[in-house]
């Protein structure tokens, strides 16, 4: 029979061996204690998984779940080899906060990396069991999700567990369950194929390196299907996507990457202090230019209405004709759209029109409100654009619009016509919360000139001299453009106020925080 203090000094022993396990345990699935991996990321010019995360997290706050997870290859290796080789089965997952000093609590996220310095990324057996626990948590606790998504699809190479096909994993039905509850934002770098390229595309924005490549199959997968022999950076780069919508953000490095989700997160968590305008209200005024076909550029009207290096605009190569953003006034977040003169006119295009519904889907998912600015001849016509689906995607855009829940500010900056216009407008000129048109501007149901001669067009088939033809045409175009002006519509209610432009950001500033107040339970 053992003493007390002989009792105490076993048990002492016993868990100062457990600790002194716990530590080398750490040591090994370290960066530190991988310094060949490491040097060889580094070497490629990318951060590893833990640095990424690093850069992206509030000190200190960190709570990581299934550290200590390997491969399932312990038929194959032993335990201390997988440790080293294969820590946290190459994904690492966490909560942390992130923006803390600005928003407290309200900060905590759900934080994940592939490590592509762990069997280049794959998602293991192990890894998926370690989402799906990640992501029933989140939907749990309702937390915004950063995922570097990095990796090169499913694992061949596990063999702990019996399969015939994997397809009875949930981690993808459990991450697309997550549409529209919370907020999810994909960092791509690198190469991203398969599970992992769908993880990216199921997310709400997706950032991009311009060294990624982002695939629904790899090169073994391109070559096994017959389709020939592919480099794994040609199969999907990243200025290809940025062109086709796929991407929303380019930046130039895992570091810009980091700093640009903590920036898009801060829109989902709440109001900042808020701060000035980047350019003088007054600048509004010289904006639109004395003549009515001259292009201008809009972001223009961003630098004086949204405040300083608030606004992350949205896939900017894409359908370049319709302006997306992320921005805040007084510290509000809320979406834009805008219509470019610079593209086609402002005209909406198809791919515009999907671009436009995908800002205002997101907006309304998660309760910031829209800015419209508008500035459109109307949805493009022809028979090459209904090639592309106009019908169905312009369609879309006029319901996405009308299902709004949350308040949708329209701005007329000079012309607003036809079905477009009421698109940008979420279907009706009496659907925002306010529609309001800067002095100048003009307003119809389609372009002023063309009414004009669609509607005398035989008066002027009977004119044979073509100076008088086009005569009449000024004259009837002039009395269109008085009956169409922004003064005259209001005279008729069909806008709610004419405004200098100088008065649009106090204007929509007070429009938004009427709407919150009445908001407030």
């Known amino acids: 029979m053992h003493e007390a203090g002989q009792t105490d000094s076993v048990e002492e022993h016993g868990m100062a061996a457990a600790l002194a396990e716990l530590e080398r345990l750490r040591a090994l699935t370290a960066d530190s204690g991988r310094p060949a991996a490491v040097a060889r990321r580094h070497a490629a010019g990318g951060l590893t998984a833990r640095e990424n995360l690093a850069a992206l997290v509030d000190p200190g706050t960190l709570i990581e779940y299934g550290r200590l997870a390997v491969a399932a290859q312990r038929a194959r290796r032993g335990v201390d080899e997988l440790h080293a080789q294969t820590p946290a089965d190459g994904l690492v997952a966490m909560l942390g906060r992130v923006n803390g000093e600005l928003f407290g609590d309200r900060a905590w996220c759900a934080l994940l990396a592939y490590d592509y310095t762990v069997l280049a990324g794959t998602q293991g057996a192990i890894g998926h069991r370690k989402k799906d626990r990640l992501f029933e948590l989140v939907e749990r606790l309702r937390l915004p999700v950063v995922f570097f998504a990095e990796g090169g699809g499913g ?160 896939r900017e190569r894409h359908a370049p004709e319709l302006v997306t953003a992320l921005a805040r006034i007084e510290g509000r977040p809320l979406g834009v759209i805008a219509n470019n003169s610079q593209y086609l006119a402002g005209v909406i295009t198809a791919a515009a ?125 002039r009395l269109a453009e008085e009956q169409g002006s922004a003064f005259n519509a209001a005279r008729l209610f069909e806008v709610d106020e004419v405004i200098d432009p100088a008065e649009t950001r106090p204007l929509v500033a007070s429009a938004l925080a009427a709407a919150s107040a009445h908001s407030q339970p």
């Open 155 to 314: 694992r061949p190479g596990d063999t702990d567990f019996p399969v015939a096909s994997a397809l009875d994993v949930r981690a993808f039905a459990l991450w697309g369950r997550l549409d529209g509850v919370v907020p999810r934002i994909a960092i791509v770098h690198g190469r991203c194929f398969a599970g992992n390229a769908v993880i990216a595309g199921a997310s709400d924005l997706i950032v991009a390196t311009r060294s990624a490549s982002l695939g629904m199959g790899g090169p073994a997968m391109i070559q096994a299907g017959g389709l020939g022999s592919v480099d794994p950076d040609d199969v999907g780069p990243a200025e290809m996507h940025a062109e086709t919508g796929t991407v929303d953000v380019l930046v130039d490095d895992e570091r810009a990457a980091a700093t640009l989700a903590r920036k898009l997160l801060a829109f989902f968590q709440g109001r900042t202090p808020p701060a000035e305008s980047a350019a003088e209200g007054l600048a509004l005024r010289s904006v639109v230019p004395a003549r009515r076909r001259r292009a201008f550029d809009v972001r223009r009207v961003f630098d004086a209405l949204f405040d300083h290096d608030s606004v992350v605009y949205l």
């Open 353 to 477: 029109a999907d671009k436009a519904s995908d800002l205002m889907r997101l907006c309304d998912r998660f309760g910031l409100p829209i800015v419209s600015l508008i500035d459109t001849p109307g949805f493009m016509v022809g028979p090459e654009h209904e090639r592309t689906g106009l019908v169905r995607r312009a369609s879309r855009m006029l319901a996405t619009g009308s299902k709004l829940r949350v308040p949708l500010i329209a701005v007329v900056l000079r012309r607003a016509f036809g079905l477009g216009a009421q698109a940008m407008a979420g279907g009706s000129l009496h659907e925002p919360l306010l529609t309001v048109a800067w002095a100048g501007a003009e307003l119809g149901p389609m372009n002023l000139e063309g009414a004009v001669r669609l509607a005398l067009r035989r008066e002027l088939e009977q004119i044979g001299d073509p100076e008088e033809r086009e005569r009449l045409v000024r004259e009837a175009t």
